[in-house]
């Protein structure tokens, strides 16, 4: 069934409203078009800038899915698109039209589409629509098995105090999956200077403890530790958003945490105390505020190593 609504002074098709896209909880795509509206005060300062590369799950996320990067074909006339070199990984056409979520029914539009999660890279497009150097630094803990969030939190306050050396003020997130994910605001030289920084310093974490952190990819070498995955700085690359629904059974949402929740995790508070769900994040931001503020942290200039 399809119907026309009227958002923000925007007219759009939304359909098949009541479909269950996540069957373990019920939660419905009318469900994922509120949540969409409801976070975006605090999720469209995070996208606005940053082209969206989409994973959609027609059938509900546990049916087939697709990443879409060269969306902007699909989207209404008032949705903001820029055109951006296309990545290496994308064979036969040297751009790509991808479309810049800014306004509340940009995000109606692509929740309607079962775009679930919304991913975007480190760099932002400038006023004329040019790729700008990478604004954000991003490491990924990802536990392996044998280990959970928790060994997870023990990395990331490592890794906290070593980007606070390095002059960095970084802020933390969930995956909204299993593990944790760790961003600091910064200035770079170029744009492979971010890869240049998070691969040495993923070295350097893992030598000094080897049984426990990993920064190579190789499956083999991850049960029993956390894989500290400094690749997502290539700026071909795309990490989920903050506030972000992920494609999980529990329809769980990429949360921004404080740090003292990451200590109390470490120190043996329980991991489910950071698995969140749409009520819970919408929550968190109405007493909190924005936790993963960036524009309220310092910028710094990215150091070499």
């Known amino acids: 069934m399809r119907q026309r609504v009227h958002i923000d002074g925007r007219e759009l098709e939304v359909s098949n409203l009541d479909k269950v896209l996540f069957p373990e909880v019920g939660f419905t795509k009318a469900q994922v078009i509120d949540y969409y509206v409801r976070i975006a005060p605090v999720l469209l300062a995070h996208v606005a800038h940053r082209p969206v590369t989409f994973t959609r799950w027609p059938n509900g996320v546990e049916g087939q899915a697709f990443f879409e990067k060269n969306n902007a074909r699909h989207s209404p006339p008032w949705v903001h698109t820029v055109t951006v070199p296309s990545p290496g990984s994308t064979k036969g056409r040297e751009t790509l039209e991808m479309v810049l979520l800014t306004a509340v029914p940009d995000l109606v539009w692509s929740a309607n589409l079962a775009a679930l999660e919304v991913h975007v890279p480190q760099w932002q497009v400038g006023a004329r629509g040019q790729p700008e150097l990478p604004d954000l630094l991003v490491?990924?803990?990802?536990?392996?098995?044998?280990?959970?969030?928790?060994?997870?939190?023990?990395?990331?306050?490592?890794?906290?105090?070593?980007?606070?050396?390095?002059?960095?003020?970084?802020?933390?997130?969930?995956?909204?999956?299993?593990?944790?994910?760790?961003?600091?605001?910064?200035?770079?030289?170029?744009?492979?200077?971010?890869?240049?920084?998070?691969?040495?310093?993923?070295?350097?974490?893992?030598?000094?403890?080897?049984?426990?952190?990993?920064?190579?990819?190789?499956?083999?070498?991850?049960?029993?530790?956390?894989?500290?995955?400094?690749?997502?700085?290539?700026?071909?690359?795309?990490?989920?958003?903050?506030?972000?629904?992920?494609?999980?059974?529990?329809?769980?949402?990429?949360?921004?945490?404080?740090?003292?929740?990451?200590?109390?995790?470490?120190?043996?508070?329980?991991?489910?105390?950071?698995?969140?769900?749409?009520?819970?994040?919408?929550?968190?931001?109405?007493?909190?505020g924005d936790l993963f503020d960036v524009t309220a942290r310092r910028r710094a200039s990215l150091p070499a190593r």
């Open 139 to 288: 490491l990924d803990l990802d536990p392996g098995p044998g280990t959970s969030v928790v060994e997870c939190a023990q990395l990331a306050h490592r890794l906290r105090e070593r980007l606070v050396d390095d002059g960095l003020d970084p802020v933390v997130k969930t995956s909204g999956s299993k593990g944790l994910q760790v961003y600091a605001p910064i200035r770079c030289r170029d744009a492979d200077h971010p890869s240049r920084y998070a691969k040495a310093l993923a070295q350097e974490l893992s030598a000094e403890t080897p049984e426990h952190v990993v920064w190579r990819m190789e499956k083999a070498l991850r049960p029993g530790k956390v894989l500290l995955d400094w690749s997502q700085n290539n700026t071909s690359k795309t990490t989920v958003a903050p506030y972000s629904l992920r494609a999980r059974p529990l329809a769980t949402v990429s949360t921004p945490l404080r740090w003292a929740e990451v200590d109390a995790l470490r120190e043996g508070d329980d991991p489910e105390s950071v698995r969140f769900r749409t009520d819970d994040v919408l929550a968190r931001v109405e007493a909190h």
